[in-house]
């Protein structure tokens, strides 16, 4: 498998094996809908070997550790199980030592698939793979996301308290011990991949908890609830966002994250009332590698299973209100969707500076609120223009960035290499 694909599994029962040059710890994480844990339960590693329709396999160094998931006995509502793993050695990097999953009919044996993460370096924790379940068949996915602070970060971020003892570094010393301070809200989601040009994740302040394999402490006190999805960024919860130019917002509300009916307008007007503006507004979808997968525009008005819909062409781009509107349904995109770019081209050879006005927003389609909008300010004489992207994170969550680049290309056809580079 490369990274991204996808295989679908004929097998109830499968297991995910992870092997590298050197002892790995291998774990497995049941999210819900919401990218989240229900609660620890659902973290399956060596200290906690058993979950609902998940176990954890120690090889004890000799053989690869695993991650077993029965399907049938997955509890409702959980919809994928992540499978990580980590050097055992502390502060070993993967840089050299290449993991290779090997994923297996958990009955039978046979080899379904195997997947090495390629160019790996700094990483000290990997998201390996996922078994996820996509229109009621359950599927396997290639996923290779590296983190740089271990699996605690990769547990934090799917919502797992986690207590890692300290290093020698890391006390302080001769000091008295202080009362602990709240922990840190963790991270909204899982980092953006590298191929949507996120950065490698800083680690998450931990929350009390056990310590991985240390003995179980104390009762403490309760820790604050977490954070909202969304925390710490601009998200939806008070009311429509104004975008500036490469400023980025999670599509989360209330707590949850959006995975509704959307709908992107977009909207221009003749500069200095000048001839009628033909534009035509266009999405390009992609893979997590930034491949193109399809283009949804005037002369393909529906693409991914109609996930993806266009209003038709607009000719003119008189009038107030949006000229052409995409109509995108979240919830139904297939996995291999990680990416939309939205893109305005002049077919025509009109250049930008002849628009005025420009601008796209996103609209929650059921009660028709505006949920984000963005205004391009500036023009360049150009004859196309990025205008945004929405990002889905490996939570499940979407991030929407405005772009506002010109390009010099009349049709969706010549957005599909710079949108990509724009991920």
């Known amino acids: 498998m490369t990274p991204g694909s996808n295989l679908p599994l004929n097998t109830v029962r499968v297991t995910v094996d992870v092997a590298a040059p050197v002892r790995l710890d291998v774990s497995g994480l049941l999210l819900a809908a919401d990218g989240k844990v229900r609660s620890d339960a659902d973290f399956i590693f060596y200290n906690q070997p058993t979950g609902p329709g ?3 396999r120690s090889g004890g160094g000799s053989t690869p550790d695993s991650i077993t998931v029965d399907t049938d006995a997955v509890p409702p509502g959980i919809e994928r199980i992540v499978v990580t793993a980590s050097p055992d ?3 070993q990097t993967f840089q050299g030592i290449e ?3 090997t994923i297996r009919d958990a009955v039978g ?5 195997t997947f090495t993460p390629p160019q790996l370096g700094a990483e000290t924790a990997l998201v390996v793979v996922e078994v996820y379940l996509r229109g009621g068949v359950w599927k396997v996915r290639a996923v290779g996301q590296g983190y740089a602070d271990g699996l605690a970060g990769i547990a934090t971020d799917f919502g797992v308290s986690v207590d890692e003892e300290p290093t020698p570094a890391a006390a302080a010393p001769a000091a008295p011990p202080a009362p602990p301070a709240p922990p840190a809200a963790p991270p909204s989601q899982y980092p953006p991949s590298p191929w949507l040009g996120g950065s490698t994740p800083t680690p998450a302040a931990p929350a009390p908890a056990q310590a991985w394999g240390a003995p179980t402490p104390a ?4 820790a604050p609830p977490a954070a909202a999805p969304g925390a710490g960024k601009i998200n939806l919860d008070k009311g429509r966002v104004n975008l500036q130019k490469n400023q980025t917002v999670s599509l989360v509300k209330g707590g949850r994250p959006l995975l509704s009916q959307v709908k992107m307008g977009l909207g221009w007007e003749p500069a200095f009332r000048g001839r009628d503006i033909d534009l035509d507004a266009s999405v390009i979808a992609y893979g997590p590698q930034r491949n193109h997968i399809d283009s949804c525009y005037f002369g393909k008005l ?6 993806v819909k266009h209003s038709g062409d607009n000719l003119t781009g008189e009038g107030s209100g949006d000229d052409e509107v995409i109509v995108v349904d979240l919830g139904r995109l297939p996995a291999e969707a990680t990416g939309l770019v939205f893109t ?3 077919f025509s050879g009109q250049k930008f500076s002849e628009v005025a006005k420009a601008y796209c927003r996103l609209i929650d389609a059921a009660s028709g609120e505006e949920l984000v909008r963005f205004d391009l300010t500036g023009a360049e004489p150009q004859t196309g223009v990025m205008m945004a992207k929405l990002i889905k994170q490996f939570s499940g969550e979407w991030e929407m960035t405005a772009i506002g680049d010109f390009v010099k290309s009349r049709t969706v056809r010549g957005m599909v290499k710079p949108a990509s580079q724009a991920l």
């Open 219 to 222: 009762p403490a006190p309760a």
């Open 344 to 346: 305005v081209n002049s």
């Open 109 to 113: 044996g046979a080899v379904i698939a």
């Open 99 to 101: 993991p290779t999953a």
């Open 54 to 56: 998940v176990s954890h």
């Open 302 to 307: 529906s693409i991914l299973n109609g996930a």
């Open 89 to 91: 050695a502390a502060g």
